[in-house]
């Protein structure tokens, strides 16, 4: 499906996707929180095989297009491989920020895509793991999901609204400067 296509598919009033149910990481509660950005509104499906049939965006299981879990998985010129998270912000996160999506990756989803592929830590990843429910917990492992979903998507609006605000200061200086 090309990205536009795709990108349609997520903003659909009845949008949903699906990904790995049990025990959660960054990789796949940043890409939900990425989801939730683009549409507030989709509908997140947890669990341990893709249903039949089902129409939405899969990402860190079934093996399609947004899955790393599989024998060809992608690896970036710099080696560090794509996780869920990395292969979801390629897609979409020049929409989101435009030419500086690119140091985004670098500097934010890479992180996140290696520790999740090579278990090297990382403190983000390491937080976001924190939210999985320990053995005797109340909560299952859904709630805490969403919960951290929530954290990460704050995370995620901040840093875009950051990153946005430097490219608007870069800007005007660069207007001043010229005048």
């Keep these: 499906m090309n990205q536009e296509n795709l990108l349609n598919k997520i903003r659909q009033k009845d949008a949903k996707a699906f990904t ?3 025990k959660f990481h ?3 509660v940043f890409s939900t929180a990425l989801l939730k950005i683009i549409n507030p509104n989709i509908e997140i499906e947890r669990g341990f095989e893709v249903p039949e049939n089902f129409d939405g965006i899969v ?3 079934g093996l399609g ?3 790393h879990h599989q024998n060809n998985a992608r690896i970036r010129e710099n080696g560090v491989p794509y996780a869920a998270f990395g292969l979801l912000w390629e ?3 020049e929409d989101i920020l435009g030419e500086e999506y690119l140091f985004f990756d670098e500097k934010f989803v890479q992180p996140i895509d290696n520790d999740d592929n090579t278990g090297c830590g990382n403190d983000i990843s390491d937080i976001i793991t924190s ?3 320990p053995w005797d917990s109340e ?3 859904n709630e805490c999901f969403f919960e951290a979903v929530e954290f990460a998507k704050t995370i995620l609006e901040k840093k875009f609204d950051y990153t946005l605000s430097l490219l608007r ?3 005007l200086v660069k207007e001043c400067y010229e005048n």
């Design 169 to 171: 200061a870069n800007s």
């Design 91 to 93: 897609k979409f996160g």
């Design 59 to 61: 990402y860190d299981i």
């Design 139 to 141: 909560k299952t492992s």
């Design 26 to 28: 960054a990789d796949d």
């Design 65 to 67: 297009e947004f899955d």
């Design 20 to 22: 790995h149910g049990g």
């Design 131 to 133: 939210f999985n429910p």
